[in-house]
């Protein structure tokens, strides 16, 4: 009896590290909220060529009549964004890219957190800040798709951070 007494007691302890250990939830998004975040990611790549660079901003700039140089592969591993809303001057990304970061600041950590809330990247509030995080973000853009002005050739996977 001593036995199921202790597993009883242990169910509360454990059931809250369960659902703690849940995946973090996946997404997709195509169009343009996965353009715009494709191409301000690429922005800071030092993955990409600074042609495919070019080109991703090219397509960005509605100029994908230029780009003809096959499918475009835009890959970070984390971006962790933060907005203060006591310092309301404080606004910070960063971007991790296998083992190198670029830091954001100001305005282009601002595009970057306005470009993830576009993407439907969830929002959390913490003690004055609000925080955006995703992590495993591959984007896929193809100007060929895109110059058919049909709403294809840009999409976007991703997990939510944690």
């Avoid at 993407?119 to 193809?142: H, I, M, N, Y």
């Amino acid at each position: 009896m001593k036995t199921a007494t202790c597993v009883a007691a242990a169910i509360p302890l454990v059931l809250p590290l369960a659902l703690l250990a849940t995946p973090a939830a996946a997404a997709t998004i195509s169009g343009s909220p996965a353009l715009a975040l494709a191409a301000i990611a690429a922005t800071h790549s030092p993955q990409l060529s600074p042609a495919d660079r070019k080109a991703v901003a090219a397509i960005f700039d509605g100029k994908a009549s230029g780009a003809t140089r096959g499918i475009i592969t835009i890959l970070v591993d984390k971006i962790v964004c933060r907005i203060s809303n006591v310092d309301i001057t404080a606004r910070s990304c960063e971007l991790s890219f296998g083992d190198k970061t670029q830091s954001l600041r100001g305005r282009e950590a601002n595009e970057m957190y306005s470009t993830e809330a576009m993407a439907g990247v969830p929002s959390e509030g913490a003690a004055g800040s609000s925080f955006e995080s995703l992590s495993k973000l591959k984007c896929t853009l193809d100007p060929e798709a895109i110059k058919r002005n049909d709403g294809s050739g840009a999409q976007c996977s991703y997990e939510a951070a944690n």
